[in-house]
């Protein structure tokens, strides 16, 4: 049986943004990953779909600095859609050592399908933060991000 009374004293570091923002991150995570399970995908998946999906191909490097994540992580992220055929890891155009992406027909099917599910979930979220809320978050979640490429 879970506790959900259990405080943690975090006085010497009230506030901390990295603290909350991750707490919240795995939270809202869940609760897309709960709706989209009927589409076989997780919410970190449908995003590395959908911005395949806008793409003809991206590099791995390109894709990671586009979803602000190191390689080794989206290598382990593509490898799952990879096996699933939504995806194809092709050599580089210019630089054959490098590794370039692109979504297959099954990628962008497994996308579209999921594209409702993911709706109802973001629907849900903005509902419960209310709209206003909602849009001045995103505001800020985009200031940070771009606090992140200035450094």
Known sequence: MKNKNIKIDLSDCPG????NIRKAMRAVSQHYDKIMAPTGLRGTQFTILTVLGRAESLTITELAECLV?????????????????YLNVLPGLEDKRSR???LTRAGKRAQKNALPYWREAQNEMVDFMGKANAKRFIGDLQVAAMSHERA
């Not at 994540?69 to 382990?76: A, H």
């Open 16 to 19: 901390c943004i990295n603290f």
């Open 100 to 102: 370039r992406i692109e």
């Open 69 to 85: 994540m190191d390689r080794t992580t989206l290598t382990r992220n593509l490898k799952p859609l990879e096996k699933e055929g």
